[in-house]
């Protein structure tokens, strides 16, 4: 993916692992909505960069 892949800075994180990552905040924080209504027993997070948010 090389470049693309770097420049896709928005991730969702599942038990510590990034399981999604997204070019735009808003489409992270969309699938992340969907994500914690479909799994509730799960902890799912969103991180940028790498940092908790």
Do not use: H
Request: glycine fraction near 6%; aromatic fraction near 10%; charged fraction near 35%.
């Amino acid at each position: 993916m090389g470049m693309y892949a770097d420049s896709m800075r928005y991730e969702i994180k599942c038990d510590g692992k990034v399981i999604a990552r997204f070019l735009y905040e808003s489409d992270r924080d969309l699938c992340l909505v969907a994500m914690r209504e479909a799994f509730d027993d799960v902890v799912i997070e969103a991180a940028d960069q790498g940092k908790k948010t």
